[in-house]
């Protein structure tokens, strides 16, 4: 067994950590206040990740990309991690599921995704159909040769600078001895389609300025040409490219919680309170103690997943595990982090109280814990008959 | 024309530095370490006359521990050509004097043969100031030290020196050495391509041995010790009382 990194991702590591550090915490305050990136500012961002060659890295060479394993890419995840999600939106990291492009959707959405020509954004969720993805009301019907979508999807990330959508809708119902089940199909839809709407979606406490859109399909009509992977297919390539994504909030998690725990430990070392520095309280030192205990694990727990990916080994439950401890840990951490820091870790002078905020959502999307809960039991019972 | 680069495994600048408990130097222990950032300024600058074609070859060398080869591949990655790792010690908290490191880099250029060397001014460890100089005078070559500008024409440089007080423009005939301020450039992130491809780039290992030099210490540190805590302020409720503060620290 190895535990260390390879020169080549100890460079990974310290490149992004740089730019993360000069390029995205400068601007993190006024985005936080304005609760928007103006869009100068992202695209001077994407055009230096273009020019330093991360842009899209998680793509294979032959599409352009830099062909990073999943432990290399989980590492310049995390490291992302650190900084604000709206400002790190425009490091482009377009979704793996581009590579079930067949034919002329590769010259029209994969590649210029990969050259950041193009930006992308993925919809699956809707108010009624959230952990129940199948029970999604969003559907296309035939109509000639072409499909018409009719339905909403919300909570839509990445929307506001998106060139085009893919979007997942019901066309059809299977009849099964457990009952009706919908069949899925994955759809690209550009950006002015007829019958097609963003609106801006909510206020949310977490990621400020990593807004939320709502999509509107109103009779909007679309030719086979738009179908991602097969027609009731959505689910195999949802499965085969969506499966990380998981992984990559973990790496968030696990980067987040680094800076965050920094602030912990420094503030602790100053601060001064009955005489003393605060970090000769065990009452302090021993929840140091605990932070950095569990931000290891996560961060291992994390990498070995990816790591497992590599190898071609299952991966499912162990994903979901890294999912799981590093969401609920970075939750512990912040939430830890903000009584060490007192009343003061309230006020948005430090960036404690929007660590804090942030973390929330991390239990709740891709997935929520208990949606991570029911894999990693399933795939324990399901052997047993149990 | 070739430029030859050395660059220094140094504490990061990031890392709040702590005194050995036995005052015999600082603790290297567990402790992040990249490359000296005036080095950095220096790969940068060699970098930036490659690419303008005032330069062909970036040559990269670092003296001292094996672990520097991590320094050396940054280089690489960066954007230089080759590196030269110059083991000289196996302690990491073995300090190789400037003087032993001079003549080791006046050996690698001897045999280099480089147009320009181009050093960081100082490392920001120890803070000495004097591997540059030491190395102009070994070689008898020109040097122009604290550079904060470089312009190389035909075998001249024309390099705008930061001193007290203001600016100095000199012409030093090439070859030459100069030394790096902080704001000669501002160095590059390396990119990703370049990160893969630093592998595949060549790196010689070569020892002090090889070069005949004895890097055994002529100096002895006497005590390292922290530096002063900083006194906390005082607040001030009104301008008179603040310049009667002023008055009673003898400020006015």
């Known amino acids: 067994m190895h535990f260390?990194?390879?020169?080549?991702?100890?460079?990974?590591?310290?490149?992004?950590?740089?730019?993360?550090?000069?390029?995205?915490?400068?601007h993190e305050a006024m985005v936080e206040r304005t609760g928007q990136v103006p869009l100068e500012l992202g695209l001077e961002i994407k055009q230096k990740v273009i020019d330093l060659g991360f842009y899209a890295c998680n793509f294979p060479e032959e599409v352009g990309g830099a062909g990073l394993s999943h432990l290399d890419f989980t590492l310049v995840e995390r490291e992302l991690g650190r900084g604000s999600m709206a400002l790190t939106h425009f490091f482009g990291r377009p979704q793996n599921i581009l590579m079930a492009?067949?034919?002329?959707?590769?010259?029209?959405?994969?590649?210029?995704?990969?050259r950041g020509e193009k930006m992308d954004a993925l919809a699956m969720t809707e108010p009624d159909a959230g952990s129940d993805v199948r029970g999604m009301k969003c559907q296309a019907q035939r109509d000639g040769g072409d499909w018409v979508i009719n339905g909403s999807k919300h909570f839509i990330s990445g929307a506001e600078h998106a060139d085009f959508f893919i979007v997942f809708v019901a066309t059809g119902v299977d009849d099964t001895p457990k009952g009706p089940k919908k069949r899925i199909t994955c759809f690209l839809v550009d950006r002015g389609t007829p019958g097609f709407e963003v609106r801006e979606g909510y206020t949310s406490v977490s990621h400020r300025g990593y807004k939320n859109y709502i999509l509107y399909f109103d009779n909007c009509r679309l030719p086979d040409a738009q179908v991602l992977g097969e027609v009731d297919g959505g689910f195999a390539v949802m499965n085969e490219w969506l499966y990380a994504t998981r992984l990559t909030v973990a790496a968030f998690c696990v980067g987040r919680a680094r800076r965050c725990f920094d602030h912990a430990l420094s503030y602790a070392a100053e601060r001064k309170q009955f005489g003393q520095q605060i970090a000769k309280f065990q009452g302090i030192s021993f929840q140091i103690a605990d932070m950095i205990t569990e931000i290891d694990a996560a961060d291992w727990l994390t990498l070995s997943g990816a790591w497992r990916l590599d190898q071609g080994m299952e991966a499912n439950r162990e994903i979901a595990s890294a999912k799981l401890y590093a969401s609920e840990m970075l939750a512990r951490v912040t939430d830890a982090t903000l009584q060490i820091h007192g009343g003061m870790g309230l006020m948005d002078d430090f960036p404690i109280e929007r660590f804090w905020r942030d973390a929330r959502v991390e239990r709740i999307w891709d997935g929520t814990s208990e949606i991570q809960r029911h894999i990693i039991s399933r795939d324990l019972f399901r052997p047993l008959g149990a | 024309m070739k430029v030859l680069v050395p660059v220094k495994r140094v504490i990061d600048y990031n890392v709040k530095v702590r005194v050995k408990a036995d005052g015999t130097g600082v603790d290297l222990a567990n402790v992040k370490m990249s490359m000296n950032p005036f080095?950095?300024?220096?790969?940068?600058?060699?970098?930036?006359?490659?690419?303008?074609?005032?330069?062909?070859?970036?040559?990269?060398?670092?003296?001292?521990?094996?672990?520097?080869?991590?320094?050396?591949?940054?280089?690489?990655?960066?954007?230089?050509?080759?590196?030269?790792?110059?083991?000289?010690?196996?302690?990491?908290h073995t300090d190789i004097e400037p003087l032993a490191v001079a003549k080791i880099l006046a050996a690698v250029a001897k045999?280099?043969?480089?147009?320009?060397?181009?050093?960081?001014?100082?490392?920001?460890?120890?803070?000495?100031?004097?591997?540059?100089?030491?190395l102009a005078a070994l070689l008898g070559w020109s040097q122009a030290t604290f550079a904060s500008e470089v312009a190389v024409d035909g075998d001249t440089a024309t390099v705008t020196r930061e001193v007290d007080g203001g600016l100095q423009t000199v012409k030093v005939k090439m070859p030459a050495v100069i030394t790096a301020d902080?704001?000669?450039?501002?160095?590059?992130?390396?990119?990703?391509?370049?990160?893969?491809?630093?592998?595949?780039?060549?790196?010689?290992?070569?020892?002090?041995?090889?070069?005949?030099?004895?890097?055994?210490?002529?100096?002895?540190?006497?005590?390292?010790?922290e530096p002063p805590v900083r006194q906390a302020g005082i607040k001030v409720g009104s301008v008179d009382e603040l310049v009667s503060k002023l008055k009673e620290a003898g400020a006015l």
């Open chain 1, 4 to 26: 260390g990194l390879s020169e080549e991702q100890d460079m990974i590591v310290n490149t992004v950590r740089a730019f993360v550090e000069n390029e995205i915490y400068p």
């Open chain 1, 101 to 114: 492009c067949e034919g002329e959707q590769k010259e029209k959405y994969l590649l210029p995704a990969v």
């Open chain 2, 182 to 225: 902080l704001r000669l450039n501002e160095p590059r992130y390396a990119s990703l391509p370049n990160i893969m491809k630093a592998k595949k780039k060549p790196l010689d290992e070569k020892t002090a041995a090889d070069y005949g030099v004895d890097v055994s210490p002529r100096l002895t540190v006497v005590k390292t010790s």
């Open chain 2, 39 to 92: 080095d950095e300024i220096a790969v940068e600058e060699a970098i930036r006359l490659k690419e303008a074609g005032k330069a062909d070859e970036i040559v990269v060398v670092s003296i001292g521990v094996k672990q520097a080869q991590e320094t050396l591949r940054t280089a690489l990655a960066m954007g230089a050509d080759r590196a030269i790792l110059v083991t000289a010690a196996d302690d990491v």
């Open chain 2, 111 to 134: 045999e280099e043969n480089p147009g320009l060397i181009i050093a960081g001014k100082q490392a920001i460890d120890n803070d000495m100031n004097a591997t540059g100089q030491m």
